[in-house]
């Protein structure tokens, strides 16, 4: 360990403190390099990552298929205008409607929450040419995650998030997940759209139940509702498809990605139909930013590594190990609730508040952990992971939890 004259993490953390805005509860550790699944601090430190920037590198840090494309298309060009067709948009729209059995047509954004914005506005926009000038209400669930900005905070049925910056944007109603009969009592001829996460991530990875989604599809189709399904977490392999719908085999009308598409370069994605994308006139949207060439390249990069290098398959196959040995795990400690995921979004769910602990802890035994609460680890590796990798974080684990637990 360093001193603390000597530690250039400290130096950098307290030169953060000051300058910047005190959003995030930030841990005193800095990453100055990453490759793959591992990060090295300002120390020189190596670390193993089990979160991948919240689910945004399931390419790893700095691939280098990845930053060798982008790093090409940054020498030629960055940004035009969106008043100009840009050649690498065009390709990796091309590609995004390639991979999914729906999609027609593609909207760039910068961001998973800007791309939620703009699914909301294509949603309301279509059902009100459609239909009718009331039909603008949007279904989400309880514990879902969409964003911070207001329209994607309004759809974030999170009390806690949202009670200081009320008023919300108005027309959003919450359903509980899973409970069809919560859905049904929500749905009214105002009801233009269900926006849902197959698998709620921040929330603390809430599986939809088969039955359930397949039904809420059903139920969308009957009441001229457009299912939009936030797979900004979920997307590029993280359940072990490429899209977490694909394991439902349901398909939506809307699909928001965003974070492991860009490879760690900011981008956000909607992706629908010709015919629901044909609500969108110039002028109804637009972002100065999204679809630049370099986002977009790191995109087309980000996607033919996943399908060349096995990724997906990986994620399913790791996954299992992961999620049987978090069971192992369970049995010799009453003070783990439950574990549960898909492919590589798992969770341990604890009976007291030891998440905290837990990532402080591991972090100083340079194992990076995250908490969606106080008493729920959330796993979200990048999918080169492998099971030695796996296995030093079960060993991590079974100590600590065993150390708390006496
Ligand atoms: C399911 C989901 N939707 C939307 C967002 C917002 O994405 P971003 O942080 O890129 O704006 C997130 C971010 O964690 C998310 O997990």
């Given at each position: 360990m360093k001193t603390e004259e000597m530690d250039k993490n400290l130096e950098i953390y307290n030169e953060g403190s000051k300058y910047l805005m005190n959003t995030y509860s930030r841990l005193p550790v800095v990453f100055v390099k990453g490759e793959m699944q591992y990060l090295w601090d300002a120390n020189g430190q190596k670390y193993l990552d089990f979160i991948a920037g919240y689910g945004c590198l399931n390419v790893g840090h700095s691939n280098k298929f990845v930053m060798g494309k982008l790093k090409k298309q940054i020498d030629n060009i960055i940004q035009s205008s969106n008043v100009y067709h840009n050649k690498t948009q065009v390709e990796l729209a091309k590609k995004l409607c390639n991979l999914t059995?729906?999609?027609?047509k593609v909207f760039f954004a910068n961001s998973g929450t800007e791309a939620i914005e703009g699914a909301i506005k294509l949603a309301r926009k279509f059902s009100r040419d459609k239909y009718?000038?009331?039909?603008y209400r949007i279904i989400s669930f309880y514990k879902s995650f969409h964003g911070r900005t207001l329209g994607a905070l309004s759809a974030t049925a999170q009390t806690k998030k949202q009670e200081v910056f009320k008023p919300l944007i108005e027309g959003f109603d919450y359903a509980r997940l899973n409970d069809i009969n919560s859905v049904k009592g929500k749905i009214?001829?105002?009801?233009c759209a269900i926006l849902i996460e197959p698998i709620q991530g921040e929330g603390g990875i809430n599986i939809s139940d088969k039955k359930f989604l397949t039904w809420i599809r059903k139920i969308c189709f009957e009441n001229k509702i457009l299912l939009i399904l936030?797979?900004?977490?979920?997307?590029?392999?993280?359940?072990?498809?490429?899209?977490?719908?694909q394991n439902y085999g349901i398909k939506p009308d809307i699909m928001v990605i965003a974070k492991s598409l860009g490879g760690g370069m900011p981008i956000g994605a909607i992706i629908s139909t010709d015919d629901i994308s044909s609500?969108?006139?110039?002028?109804?949207h637009g972002s100065t930013?999204?679809?630049?060439a370099a986002s977009c390249a790191a995109g087309c990069a980000v996607i033919d590594y996943i399908l060349k290098n096995g990724l997906i398959d990986k994620s399913r196959e790791v996954g299992k190990y992961f999620l049987n040995k978090l069971k192992e795990i369970k049995k010799k400690?009453?003070?783990?609730?439950d574990v549960r995921g898909i492919g590589l979004m798992l969770a341990m769910e604890f009976r007291e508040e030891v998440a905290d602990i837990l990532v402080r802890n591991a972090l100083k035994d340079y194992i990076i952990l995250n908490k969606v609460s106080d008493s729920i680890l959330r796993f979200l590796p990048?999918?080169?992971?492998t099971k030695d990798n796996v296995n030093i974080l079960m060993e991590w684990l079974d100590k600590n939890i065993g150390d708390l637990q006496k």
């Open positions: 059995d729906f999609g027609e009718n000038s009331d039909k009214n001829k105002n009801t936030d797979e900004v977490q979920t997307g590029f392999g993280r359940t072990g498809e490429m899209f977490a719908y609500a969108f006139n110039p002028g109804d930013f999204g679809g630049n400690y009453t003070i783990i609730k990048p999918l080169m992971i």
